[in-house]
């Protein structure tokens, strides 16, 4: 089975065609046009492709396109980035990368984030990227989790500081540090298929395995699981241990996450942040 919806496929393809005037990718309209948009030859000849195999694709009987194929009928059918995705998508492809925020945070997101004073709140990329934090992280975290700046190298990198930065694992209880470090693992490795032959991910991937830590190992049970919502429980030098329920909202492209730290119900986590929001920022190094 190749994934192909080949039905739904050949419509697309067909109507996005027929939308698509001449003099929008720079062709002379001419008379007798006796159909809407582009002629088949027209599409074939900017995609570099057979107007018969096109023809195959738009009666939903042609063999499954590759991706470069896509590449160029995306490009002569001028699409945008959603319209791109949707059509390798119908004929059973990963869409291409390219979209990803990278380290620019979304003006609404730091809203948001500005609006969130009364819980621990930080923006985080797919890899695990810390861009952004609130007031109530920064008193919470301390200088454990530094958001990204060019000048910190990988020190904004959680998954990074948490297998490099003794002062990370310092902050959770030792019993619970196998999970983490399966979590944060599992975690990346769904980002980086998601990506797919993504640069920037794949050196990540490779500057951790050479850090000479426990991650290669980890990182080689090919164990996958998407961080949505999870209970964390951290030692704060002011407060002791504090226990937080981790909901995470993702943008539409999933590169980016809103996490929140929220009190559990019937916990003390809510007088405890109290607390620090008098005491004001200490350091887990103390």
Do not use: K
Request: with cysteine; aromatic share 6%; proline share 6%.
């Amino acid at each position: 089975m190749d994934g192909m919806d080949r039905r739904e496929l050949a419509d697309f393809i067909r109507r996005c065609r027929e939308r698509l005037g001449p003099q929008e990718v720079g062709l002379a309209a001419g008379p007798r046009r006796r159909t809407p948009g582009l002629r088949r030859e027209e599409v074939a000849l900017l995609a570099g492709m057979s107007a018969d195999y096109l023809m195959r694709l738009e009666q939903a009987r042609s063999p499954q396109p590759s991706t470069q194929l896509l590449r160029s009928l995306a490009q002569a059918l001028r699409l945008d980035d959603d319209e791109r995705d949707h059509l390798y998508l119908l004929a059973g492809h990963r869409p291409p990368g390219g979209r990803l925020a990278g380290t620019h945070v979304r003006p609404g997101l730091l809203y948001l984030l500005d609006q969130l004073t009364g819980v621990p709140a930080q923006i985080v990329s797919d890899l695990g990227d810390l861009l952004a934090q609130n007031t109530m992280a920064q008193i919470l975290f301390g200088d454990i989790c530094v958001p990204f700046d060019h000048d910190h190298g990988q020190d904004h990198n959680i998954v990074w500081r948490w297998f490099n930065d003794p002062r990370m694992r310092a902050a959770y209880p030792a019993e619970e540090h196998d999970y983490w470090a399966r979590l944060y693992v599992a975690d990346l490795r769904a980002a980086v298929a998601r990506r797919g032959s993504d640069p920037v991910a794949a050196a990540l991937v490779a500057r951790l395995r050479a850090s000479g830590t426990e991650f290669g190992e980890v990182w080689d049970r090919h164990e996958v699981a998407v961080r949505r919502h999870s209970r964390i429980r951290l030692r704060h030098p002011t407060v002791g241990l504090i226990e937080f329920d981790c909901e995470t909202l993702a943008t539409p492209a999933e590169d980016q996450r809103l996490e929140l730290l929220t009190a559990p119900p019937g916990s003390d986590t809510a007088g405890h942040l109290e607390l620090l929001r008098v005491v004001g920022r200490e350091s887990f190094a103390g």
